[in-house]
């Protein structure tokens, strides 16, 4: 929760932003009897981490990519799993009129890279960290990556792939590279995500960026 931590006191000056101005709308959702396989791809197309996991018109839990990455940690195949039998059944949201700075706090006390946005029963979109981050970049309160982190800094774009990042990591003799989206800090991708991911098969890993694994 670093970034986020240094983003709140921007994002409670001046009028409050609300999630609903910087949430993904509409979320896409998945089926729990689809297979992880499914997901897997949508991660990859559409570039996101994580997707509302939905038992007809109610939601029953979500899947994130680090429960997949899971899965290879404890070398277990996920080609013949549902995403009913990997998500996560914990859903944490927040309301679209509940502000930026409480859905930060909100990330932060939780531990978590996104929230699910619920208006009643209704899945109105998902919040994440960077699109929190991108609210302070809009109000160009930006912290200078050189006021915060060690010098030099080596960065490594969120779109990254994971096995080129690993190896970038390992060349640069440094303990974590930042991730950047454009050139503005969104995370950290550090050698104890690195060590974690060594197990995770390759079939897992060809589908995994940078984004998907880094810590904020």
């Not at 996991?53 to 277990?76: F, H, P, Y």
């Not at 060590?195 to 098969?201: G, K, M, N, Q």
């Amino acid at each position: 929760g670093r970034w986020l931590s240094l983003a709140r006191p921007m994002l409670v000056e001046g009028m409050p932003a609300l999630v609903r101005e910087r949430m993904t709308s509409p979320a896409l959702t998945l089926s729990k009897d689809a297979p992880v396989s499914e997901a897997l791809n949508l991660f990859r197309t559409r570039r996101i981490s994580a997707v509302p996991v939905m038992d007809q018109t109610a939601i029953v839990g979500v899947l994130s990519m680090s429960d997949v990455l899971e899965l290879g940690r404890k070398n277990e195949a996920w080609e013949d799993k549902t995403i009913g039998s990997v998500m996560t059944p914990d859903v944490i949201g927040v309301a679209p009129h509940d502000t930026l700075a409480f859905a930060a706090d909100k990330m932060v006390e939780e531990n978590v890279h996104r929230l699910i946005v619920q208006d009643g029963l209704r899945i109105a979109g998902i919040l994440s960290v960077r699109d929190v981050l991108h609210e302070v970049k809009r109000r160009r309160a930006m912290t200078p990556l050189s006021s915060i982190m060690s010098s030099p800094v080596e960065t490594v774009d969120l779109g990254e792939p994971l096995d080129r990042a690993v190896e970038r990591l390992a060349t640069s003799g440094m303990h974590g590279l930042v991730v950047v989206d454009g050139t503005w800090p969104v995370g950290v991708f550090s050698q104890g995500e690195a060590i974690e991911l060594r197990h995770v098969p390759p079939s897992v890993r060809e589908h995994t960026t940078v984004e998907q694994v880094m810590s904020y």
